[in-house]
T-cell receptor, first 112, second 113 residues
């Protein structure tokens, strides 16, 4: 069983919808939780990261971490066609993000 | 893509051939990483280096080799021992501290002829 499991998708929503992307994990030592956005044939870019449990909001994006359930989510409000991409969750024990464990990604399409 | 350059964008390998992927950065970051991404999968760590002239194996190092002779450069060689090299290869750097200081390059797509 993988350390990080991500809802596989693909996900297709109409413009303006609220999107929920989710990952579960098994390693209770993970402390930093990241969400990356990856456009087709490009390198990933960090959207948000959260340390330990709690919520973090940045514009239309909200990241949630529930360490008791080993569950993290990324919510996208008022989704736009430009949000169409693959979203990867990643987790690490310390700030060494380079040694993160990644989920397999969820591909999102937002239709105008 | 920050200040990370990967070349070439596409690379074709023949059977039994070694090929080298280039990664150059001008961010002055100490740490550099190589990942492999297969379709529908996340990133898997091949090798990483936290300082010049030192590097460590990641989770899937077999069939790959690296060098770190300069801070700016971290080339990856895919050897003939790697039997399934077709994938998207990503280089990344990290300044340290917060995850916000990690950046990825644009990637190299390797295909086997």
């Amino acid at each position: 069983q993988k350390e990080v499991e991500q809802d596989p998708g693909p996900l297709s929503v109409p413009e303006g919808a609220i999107v929920s992307l989710n990952c579960t994990y098994s390693n209770s030592a993970f402390q930093y939780f990241m969400w990356y956005r990856q456009y087709s044939r490009k390198g990933p870019e960090l959207l948000m990261y959260t340390y330990s449990s709690g919520n973090k909001e940045d514009g239309r994006f909200t990241a949630q971490v529930d360490k008791s359930s080993k569950y993290i989510s990324l919510f996208i409000r008022d989704s736009q066609p430009s949000d169409s991409a693959t979203y990867l969750c990643a987790m690490t024990i310390n700030t060494n993000a380079g040694k993160s464990t990644f989920g397999d990604g969820t591909t999102l399409t937002v239709k105008p | 893509d920050g200040g990370i350059t990967q070349s070439p964008k596409y690379l074709f390998r023949k059977e039994g051939q070694n090929v080298t992927l280039s990664c150059e950065q001008n961010l002055n970051h100490d740490a550099m990483y190589w990942y492999r991404q297969d379709p529908g999968q996340g990133l898997r760590l091949i090798y990483y280096s936290q300082i010049v002239n030192d590097f460590q194996k990641g989770d899937i190092a077999e069939g790959y080799s690296v060098s770190r002779e300069k801070k700016e450069s971290f080339p990856l060689t895919v050897t003939s021992a790697q039997k399934n090299p077709t994938a998207f290869y990503l280089c990344a750097t990290h300044r340290g501290g917060s995850p916000e200081t990690q950046y990825f390059g644009p990637g190299t797509r390797l295909l086997v002829l």
